[in-house]
Every structure is written in structure tokens, then in C-alpha cells.
């Protein structure tokens, strides 16, 4: 019996907005890929978009070899866990497609498995491409996709008044109503991330990589200040439910000057930590120029590049806090949960929310004992609610 692996992505820019879809169908005893396929479906949700990919991962693979196993993955939590039945389908446009996809192959053929998003870019270039040129495109046993027509411009499935004119209106109203915070009514409440990042060390104001491979600072005076004010504002604010705190000196000490405030027990998540500076550590910007040109210049230029003397590279980071976000939100669904950590992840929970690209993560300022909120709704698309605020400080 033949064995598939059918990796498959899905997106929308606005959620709803304009969306598309890329599956590959790869030949799991060569990792040879046999076929590519990809859609611009118009104005959809994310969700929908990845569902749509679902099923046309599955179909390719079913015309190949209706009697073969496939092994799907995705960068979808939702639709992994609701395909599993691990999770409930609420949402009215979801219900028929994942019916469908699942008739696609008889029970107990298809698996399913949750893949980082960076193990996941044939399918997510394949996506965007289709959004980038509104068109359709597929090819078998490798080879250059065709495209198809702009799924928009078919003449005998454009209303009246239609074309660029609609297009554009569509895209006009999904952007109405894909305002900060929106979410679908049914979806319930989100779990509410809220990232502080621990208060000043005698490293931070000097300005040197201080991560989870060096001396393990803790809190300056300055820095248990700080942490007294922030206590004292998320005790105004009453939301907190649980605290969750990386595991080095400085944010647990900030985490329990919070915790004694609030009432509350920490959690210790190895997650959380900071990224690893190897040999960097304890060292400034300007002292890291001098010492290790060749390594910081490609550590700039790429998330890949890892810190001279075996440090954690942003993408290793990446995957570590991917994961670590989505045990929290799968632990606390609908509830609000303080994260006490460090720049990076913070940073990176921030940039994957966002959906930037990993360069972002030199763009964004972020102030000792800073707040941070990141929503998480149960579709899997997250909602960015503050960056870096210091009021409380002053």
C-alpha cells in the first residue's frame, strides 16, 4: 500500500479578505513530491481557506492512488484537532468541508499531524502565490504548476456589475470588518496572553545579551521597583487567572513579587526562557561586532543563524515558543494568563501573531517590566491588543 504525505496551507488578508490555498501531495518512501496544487477561492476566512486546502491536498492524493494512506500535516492547530475529533466544529462554513474531507478516503486512512509553520513553506508559498495573482494552478509528478484563469474573472460565474469593481468592493468590505479584535461571535472567548517582560537587571541598562546560557541575573533594584508597579496595575485591572513564568532568576523573582500581589501560584514553563546568546553572553552589541563580526553579520541577515559558541537561533526560538503558545491556549481557553518572560519571546509570540516576517523582531521596541497582550481565538487566528506599554512605570 502506497503512502502520501499531503502538506497543505491556507490563508486570507483580512480575515475574511482575500484568500487562497497550496497543498503538496509527497511520496512518502522518496519524499519525491507528485503533485502541487493551489486556488484563489475570492473573499474567505482563514479557516475556511485552510479547509478548502484540506480537501484539495486529499483529492490529488486520492487521484494518484484511491487505495493509499495519506499522512496529512498542517500548520492549522484548529483544523488538525477538529479533523481529529479531538475538538468540536462550531462554525457553520467548517461544518461541510470537514464532512466532505472526510469522506475523501475511507476511516482510518488519513492521519493527521501539527507542524510549525517554518516546516511548512511548499504549502504556504503555494498559498500566497495564489493570493499574489488571483489565479488557480496544478501540476502532477512535479514540473512547473499551470495556472488557470483569475478565479474572479470566469465569465459565467460573475454576478452582474462584477470584475475589478467587485473585487475591489469585496476586499473594501472585508477590511470593515476585520478591525483589531473582531472575531467570529461563535468562537466564544479568546485566551488572553498577557507578556510581561521581567524588570531591569544590572545587564539591561548596559545593554548586553544576557539569555538562558549565561550568568542568570537577577532583579536589580531598580528591576523588583518595576516589578512592585506592575503587580500594583494588574491588581487595578483584576483579569489575571493564572501566572506562567520561565524558569531563570529574573522572571520568576518578577513573577513572584506579582503572584504575592494577586493571590496567585506560578507555573514554571521551560518555554518561556530566552533565547541562548552562546559566547555573546554578557557582552554588548559594539563588544559582539569586534569579537565575532562574521557571526553577527549573518545572525542579522538570517532567523537560521545561530549566536557564535552553539546559542539558539531565532528560528530554533521560533519553534520552541510556537509550541509553548499553543499547550498555553489548549490549557487555558477562554481565560486570561500573565506570561513572564523575555524579549525574544514576547517578540516572536508578537511577530507570529502578526504573521510578520522573522527581520521584525529587530523593529520592535521592548521596555523592561513592559506589557504586552495577545489574543487567541479558537478558529487559530490571534489578535495583537497592546505592544510595550510602560504607563505603569511612570
Known sequence: MREFIVETDGGSRGNPGPAGF???????????????????IGVATNNVAEYRGLLAGLHAAHA??????????????????????????????????????????????????????????????????AMDTGTSASSLRGGEAEPTAPASSTADSEPPGGGAAKDDA?????????VPGWAPPDLGAPATMVLLRHGETPLTPQKRFSGSGGTDPALSDVGREQAERVAAALARRGAIQAIVASPLART????????????LDVSIDDGLRETDFGAWEGLTFAEVRERHPDDLNAWLASPDAAPT???ESFAATATRIAATRDKLVAAYPGRTILLVTHVTPVKTLVRLALGAPPESLFRMELSAASLSVVAYYADGNAS???????????
Open 309 to 311: 559558541g552553539g546559542g
Open 64 to 129: 494518484l492512488d484511491p487505495s493509499a494512506t495519506v499522512h496529512v500535516r498542517m500548520d492549522s492547530k484548529l483544523v488538525v484537532e477538529q479533523m481529529t475529533g479531538r475538538w468540536k466544529i462550531k462554525h457553520p462554513d467548517m461544518k461541510p468541508l470537514a464532512a466532505q474531507a472526510a469522506l475523501v478516503f475511507p476511516p482510518g486512512r488519513v492521519t493527521y499531524e501539527w507542524i510549525p509553520r517554518e516546516r511548512n513553506k511548499h504549502a504556504d508559498r503555494l498559498a500566497n502565490e
Open 384 to 394: 495583537v491588543r497592546l505592544l510595550n506599554d510602560t504607563s505603569h512605570l511612570r
Open 252 to 263: 520568576r523573582e518578577t513573577a513572584g513579587i506579582v503572584a504575592a500581589r494577586l493571590g
Open 22 to 40: 497550496g497543498s503538496v501531495v509527497i511520496d512518502a518512501a522518496t519524499g519525491e513530491t507528485l503533485a502541487e496544487t493551489s486556488e484563489y
Open 170 to 178: 469585496d476586499v473594501r468590505a472585508a477590511r470593515t470588518v476585520a
